[in-house]
């Protein structure tokens, strides 16, 4: 049995996790949420000083922002897009008929006009791009989702369903990449501070194809990409908890992001990943919370 599943197993079995028969999928136990809540109040507490507009999306957003986004052309293979039964009295009985006789029967749903969000700060762009020019010295959005990637895995840090928060900021080059090189360090002292070993690395995101083998090293030869990453499932592969992007004039190019004089805004962005952090807690700490670390204990919950 694989590191990954031996974990999976693990917390299945003390029902923190509730597999939905989906992998990738689980209901969660009282016990995980309230280190997510912890996890989210601590977030908090180092965020205040961000002067972040707070926004919060459902975990749906309109299919044309991932369409101007990009998100297709780089992560075609992640894309999760809705569909409906759009017809009438005779395609509901050809759909009952079909799923009586076990056949397929979604094959007259629709594509709607939404797709589910795959990390949470698209649908910030186009709300930011709506109230035209940034304000004089730029913005900061703090925003949270549900997060949709198709990417089944037996790897419980591999989720399909997961929740990210994050800081996105707008404004010139130079702010927006000091913002980002505060957030490592910032990043590296509030997680190393609950007690887990974290290194920070270069890194690239997992592009489709094989002009995305040619956008992946793009990205990590401009550095534009860093993750925050605890050795979770596998101790000779650790997983990204937080994510550091400096998508340079990218998102401001296709929104047309002004800064206060004109000139094409930059943006960047630090993303939490709920699931993984509890996990990593979970992992290093063991499943009895009352035995943590009480450092790590005042952190997340003040007790
Ligand atoms: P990975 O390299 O492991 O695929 P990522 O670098 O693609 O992750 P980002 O796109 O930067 O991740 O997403 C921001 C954060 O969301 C990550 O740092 C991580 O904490 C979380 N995250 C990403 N994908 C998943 C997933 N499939 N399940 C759970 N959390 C995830
Ligand atoms: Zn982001
Ligand atoms: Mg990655």
């Not at 972040?52 to 101007?68: D, L």
């Not at 400096?246 to 206060?260: I, K, P, T």
Request: proline share 6%; glycine share 8%.
């Amino acid at each position: 049995m694989s590191a990954e599943t031996a974990f999976r197993d693990e917390l299945i079995e003390a029902r923190i996790l509730i597999p939905s028969g989906v992998d990738g999928v689980f209901g969660r136990s009282g016990l995980f949420e309230s280190i997510v809540d912890g996890i989210d109040s601590l977030i908090t507490r180092n965020g205040q000083d961000q002067d972040a507009e707070i926004v919060r999306f459902p975990p749906a957003m309109p299919r044309s922002v991932m369409e101007t986004s990009g998100y297709l052309n780089g992560f075609p293979h992640l894309a999760g897009t809705v569909h409906c039964f759009c017809g009438d009295e005779r395609a509901h009985q050809t759909l009952l008929r079909c799923l009586e006789a076990g056949e397929d029967w979604t094959e007259g749903q629709k594509c709607v006009d939404l797709t589910l969000t795959p990390a949470a700060c698209y649908p910030v762009y186009p709300m930011i791009a709506g109230r035209g020019a940034l304000p004089q010295g730029g913005c900061t959005v703090d925003v949270a989702s549900y997060c949709f990637r198709h990417e089944p895995s037996l790897d419980p840090t591999r989720m399909q369903l997961f929740r990210m928060r994050e800081f996105v900021r707008l404004g010139s080059p130079s702010d927006v990449q000091a913002f980002r090189d505060n957030w490592v360090q910032r990043g590296k002292t509030i997680i190393g501070d609950l007690g887990l070993p974290v290194a920070i690395d270069l890194a690239n995101d997992p592009f489709f194809g094989r002009g995305g083998t040619f956008m992946a090293s793009s990205q990590r030869d401009q550095a534009l990409k860093f993750e925050l990453l605890v050795p979770v499932t596998n101790p000779e592969k650790p997983t990204a908890c937080l994510s550091f992007n400096y998508h340079m004039d990218h998102f401001s190019e296709v929104w047309n992001l002004r800064l206060a004089d004109g000139e094409l805004a930059h943006t960047a962005c630090v993303g939490f990943g709920f699931e993984r952090l509890t996990l990593a807690l979970l992992r290093h700490h063991g499943f009895d919370i009352s035995s943590w670390p009480q450092s790590c204990r005042k952190a997340l919950w003040n007790s």
